[in-house]
């Protein structure tokens, strides 16, 4: 089968691997049709990780399930299904409390917890930028989709990740009803919290960015555009809420977080968000950070460490929640936000292409160019569509 192929720091190709097949009785092989390239595999593109050369890429993944285990009871082949991106097992201490995002099975280091397809240090699974996909424990993983998905297919397969992903802020943040909520990043992640916001009944979304075609995609839904190489994003978020600060906000960024003039500093949301928000607000943070990054500049950095202004976090009595999103416990309810027309998390796709386009792709997606906010990758297009 063809699959996109890391090669080395900025160098993938498309080429020919291993076809993905059944393995163990409760396994489920799908037909990819459509896989997003995300924010964090980029992290891995970098080669700001330890992502092994040789393997492929892709943990948003949707299609149509093409032959099932002899374990498998409920999916059935034809079945139109959207796979999160973390791979569980259902069944161990973490599953059974919905924190499918630490699964304590799926991962076969004693010391670590949670997997994924094609991520660094989240197991040996293939990822699904390629034509086929084995997805275990098929039962538990995948969320079978409606009559209208192959028409909807760059809705629902947000729900893979980022829009799951995106909620996950949400909730940790704790918005409900009225609240003034600021999001630091409007990438695809942070759009869709932004999305999850105005979901949840957010009086006030502020989207802090730089990226004039990602602000213009927040204004798109309702939230407000700052963009930080222009305004103090602080300042700005405090004039919004009458001095006081946001009642809750995201951070959407990660450890490659930089200034406007491109000088990384991992520590500049986290920061920002802890002046942002008021006395006793909340914060989310599901931007991706490390236990360690060699490639960066900065020496805490490298070792995984901030700089966090921990006294005014502490003196302002706010509340933190952190890590992968438990895809799972959202991606059902949220489905059925998409197919009842309530949300269209499609609004953030500027591109869909061939599985051959990617290594193109993925060089546009990597520099920011202007209008490549979120590309969806067909293994069936033609490889001569743009």
Excluded at 302 to 311: E, N
């Amino acid at each position: 089968m063809k699959a996109v192929v890391y090669e080395g720091p900025r160098q993938v190709s498309v080429k020919d691997v291993p076809d993905a097949r059944i393995e163990r009785p409760t396994d489920v092989l799908v037909r990819i049709t459509s896989a997003n390239i995300c924010g964090s595999d980029l992290h891995m593109y970098e080669g700001r990780t330890d992502f092994e050369p040789g393997r492929w890429f892709g943990h948003e993944n949707l299609g149509r399930v093409v032959e099932v285990g002899a374990g498998v009871d409920k999916v059935r082949v034809g079945d139109w299904v959207v796979l999160p991106f973390n791979i569980s097992c259902g069944h161990c201490k973490n599953c059974e409390r919905q924190l499918t995002n630490y699964c304590l099975t799926a991962q076969p280091e004693p010391k670590m917890a949670g997997a994924a397809y094609g991520f660094a240090d989240m197991g040996p699974y293939g990822g699904g930028q390629a034509e086929l996909l084995r997805v275990p424990w098929g039962d538990f993983n995948c969320l079978r989709l409606g009559e209208d998905a192959e028409q909807r297919q760059t809705d629902y397969v947000m729900l893979a990740d980022i829009f799951p992903t995106g909620y996950h802020a949400t909730e940790m943040a704790g918005v409900q009803p009225g609240d003034q909520t600021v999001i630091y990043g409007a990438g695809p992640v942070g759009l869709m919290a932004a999305l999850s916001a105005t979901i949840r009944g957010a009086s006030k979304v502020m989207v802090v960015d730089r990226h004039p075609d990602r602000l213009r995609l927040a204004e798109s839904i309702g939230a407000i555009a700052i963009d930080d190489s222009k305004v103090d994003p602080v300042q700005a978020v405090l004039e919004q809420t009458m001095g006081l600060g946001a009642d809750n906000g995201c951070e959407c960024v990660g450890y490659q977080a930089h200034e406007p003039d491109g000088q990384e500093q991992a520590n500049l949301t986290m920061n920002r968000l802890v002046a942002s928000v008021r006395f006793t607000g909340r914060i989310g943070n599901v931007g991706v950070f490390v236990p360690e990054d060699p490639g960066a500049s900065d020496e805490l950095a490298k070792q995984g460490k901030l700089a966090f202004d921990y006294g005014m976090f502490w003196f302002k009595g706010q509340h933190l929640g952190t890590g992968q999103a438990p895809v799972k416990k959202y991606n059902r309810q949220l489905r059925d936000l998409v197919a009842g027309g309530k949300a269209e998390p499609s609004f953030i796709v500027s591109h869909e292409l061939p599985l051959d386009r990617a290594p193109d792709a993925y060089e546009h997606f990597d520099k920011r160019d202007d209008g490549w906010t979120k590309v969806v990758l067909h293994p069936e297009m033609a490889g001569a569509g743009a």
